[in-house]
């Protein structure tokens, strides 16, 4: 690629904030909310983080359009079952319950897609933050190293974080996540 040149779009990144790392890593194609990611056509392989109030523990208490956010969460795993990618959740996230997602500790499903877990403490979350990965288009094999982190975290850290901090994605686990993307596109989705 010639000194300049602009790497082109080869991941597509689903649900991201307004202010994401993502929109600053070459070849990402991003989609906030107001690309919606609804308008999303096909054809790359995906990193997927489709919002996970109506999944989580509080789904009881969310204000947002739950239907919305659900037929979001189908489509983010249609695409990462068609074009490859992976699905970031957190721990326990009841998406994979519904949607009969594999466990972590379970085999592939008819897709190929497994699951993985990890701690984005790894990555550099200022605390711990159990997060769920559905993958497809690669083997287990294939999943690119996750990083030790031997920095301690303070007890009932979470409580001294803003929403956005806890919510946010590091940046090396959002260049993780497109690595991994990328790596479920080039076979395609299994």
Known sequence: MPAGAQRPC??????????????KMAGCDCYDAARNAFTFPGGLPVVA???CR???????????????????????IDWVREFGGVL???????????????LPCE?????????????????GHKT????WLYICGID???VPEIPLNFNPVRKHQWEHLSMNQRRATPPAFAS??????????????A
Not at 10 to 23: E, I, Q
Not at 88 to 102: A, G, M, N, V, Y
């Open 10 to 23: 080869d991941v597509a990144v689903l649900c991201v904030t307004p202010r994401s790392h993502y929109k």
């Open 49 to 51: 983080h489709p919002p």
């Open 54 to 76: 109506s999944w989580s523990r509080m789904r009881h208490f969310v204000k947002a359009d739950v239907r919305i956010e659900r037929e979001l969460a189908y489509r983010c």
């Open 88 to 102: 970031e959740h957190p721990k326990k996230s009841t998406l994979w319950l519904h949607c009969r997602l594999p």
């Open 107 to 123: 085999k592939p499903d008819k897709y190929g897609g497994f699951s993985i877990e990890l701690d984005q403490h790894s990555f």
């Open 128 to 131: 711990t933050k159990s997060t």
């Open 140 to 142: 287990r094999a294939a």
């Open 176 to 189: 993780w996540l497109v690595e991994l993307a990328r790596r479920c596109g080039k076979g395609g989705a």
